[in-house]
């Protein structure tokens, strides 16, 4: 999973085996309303968890915004909610995904359903990203020469047993009954 999904940011964990599936950020600015912003983020994050989403705050003060930012993306927390004075104000969030970094202003009385959607689609879109980077690596071969070929590219080799004419032959021509 870690090799499949991970970037060079990090880990990239899928919704349903995340411990953490949203982190909730604050971001306060100089004379801000830090106690209003947090109080949001804490609402924010109680909300989600009630909802089944697991959730958490990161409100230690002693590490910036944008330090919280690159350690949540590293352990590959799908999203991250970021909420500063102008969220507080607009009564919205920020959310972030750490698949493909899209962030979307959404409305706070929408967020435990939008976050639903978002984890959906993110759930969806590593699943498709890594079956087409399997097949992508799987070649078909026929003959021997295929095979050292797809060996020396370092792909996933999907040869058969034995030649489909032989075999076909033996299943009409055998007494013995052969799989199908």
């Excluded at 003060?61 to 590293?74: D, L, R, V």
């Excluded at 991250?80 to 969220?87: A, L, N, T, V």
Aim: proline fraction near 8%; aromatic fraction near 8%.
């Amino acid at each position: 999973m870690v090799m499949t999904h991970g970037d060079d940011k990090g880990l990239v964990l899928p919704p349903k085996v995340a411990p953490i599936q949203v982190i909730v950020i604050p971001v306060p600015f100089k004379d801000a309303d830090t106690t209003g912003i947090k109080g949001a983020c804490e609402s924010a994050v109680y909300t989600l968890n009630q909802a089944g989403i697991r959730a958490d705050l990161d409100a230690r003060e002693n590490y910036s915004p944008g330090w919280k930012y690159s350690q949540w993306e590293m352990k590959g927390v799908p999203l991250r909610i970021e909420i500063g004075p102008k969220d507080l104000a607009n009564k919205q969030v920020r959310i972030v995904r750490r698949d493909n970094g899209t962030k979307v202003d959404i409305p706070s009385t929408d967020l435990v359903e939008q976050v639903r959607v978002l984890l959906d689609g993110f759930q969806a879109n590593l699943l498709e990203t890594a079956k087409a980077k399997r097949d992508a690596c799987i070649v078909i071969i026929s003959t021997w020469d295929e095979f050292i070929a797809a060996l020396n590219d370092k792909k996933l080799i999907l040869a058969p047993w034995c030649d489909e004419e032989v075999f076909y032959v033996l299943a009409y021509v055998s007494p013995i009954p052969l799989p199908p």
